[in-house]
């Protein structure tokens, strides 16, 4: 059985908006990671994080491994937190300049860094892209303890600039899996593939629902059928 490790953000982590409890929550395995585990003989160890940044995961990553975890693959899947802003510091000053939490050029270094590491520990590295953004839903969420939202378009310009600055990062991983030749798992496909995306969204308009979910899950057992490793040897239907 190969181990596999995943190092991600809330999107694999599987957190949700629960409308019941007004708070996010982790979803009740819609992501089925233990059972694409389960079909392919994986063991797979989830350490993805809510709210982590690359900077942050790939610490992680350093840090467990130089410890002695020991695995045979590794999928990271980084970015959304990296490309978002703080909101309330833009909504106070919407004529500066506002860094994102991680800079494009600082993310695509350090997760070219994280796979030469990994690679050097004689692991395989498998990336995931990102879900879209739904920006007006998005654009409301942020702004509804009071921020201003007309002073953040006014620095964004125009509310589909959430979207647009987010694809930036979600093609900078698409570029770097092929510059590395690291296989990819294509999340956002799955989601641009639908005619009514928004229904695959909380109400946050960034974290998929349970129907997201089951998206994302498609999309990894693609990707693995799709391997000339793991193509063909699925034992169980998930």
């Not at 964004?156 to 093609?171: F, K, P, T, V």
């Not at 990894?220 to 799709?226: M, V």
Request: charged share 25%; aromatic share 10%; glycine share 10%.
């Amino acid at each position: 059985m190969e181990k596999v490790f995943i190092y991600g953000d809330s999107i694999l982590r599987g957190v949700v908006w629960s409308e019941e409890s007004g708070r996010y929550v982790v979803s009740g395995g819609a992501l089925g990671m233990e059972d694409i585990g389960a079909a392919y003989d994986l063991s797979i160890v989830n350490h993805s994080r809510f709210g982590c940044t690359a900077p942050r995961g790939a610490a992680s990553v350093y840090r467990q491994l130089e410890a002695g975890q020991e695995g045979d693959l590794v999928v990271l899947e980084w970015g959304g937190n990296d490309s978002d802003f703080d909101w309330a510091r833009v909504a106070e000053t919407p004529e500066a300049e506002h860094n994102s939490f991680t800079p494009l050029h600082t993310f695509a270094d350090t997760l070219r860094r994280a796979i030469t590491f990994l690679r050097n520990k004689g692991m395989t590295v498998v990336l995931g892209n990102l879900p879209p953004v739904c920006s007006g839903r998005y654009l409301n969420w942020i702004t509804r303890g009071g921020l201003s939202r007309d002073s953040i378009l006014r620095f964004l310009g125009d509310e589909n600039a959430i979207y647009r600055y987010q694809e930036q990062y979600s093609r900078q991983i698409d570029c770097i899996a092929a510059e590395t030749a690291c296989p990819l798992v294509d999340i956002r496909g799955a989601f641009l593939a639908q005619r009514k995306v928004e229904s695959h969204y909380c109400i946050d308009g960034i974290h998929p629902n349970q129907a997201g979910q089951s998206l994302i899950k498609q999309a990894f057992l693609q990707a693995l059928d799709r391997s000339p490793r793991f193509g063909g040897r699925k034992k169980l239907t998930v």
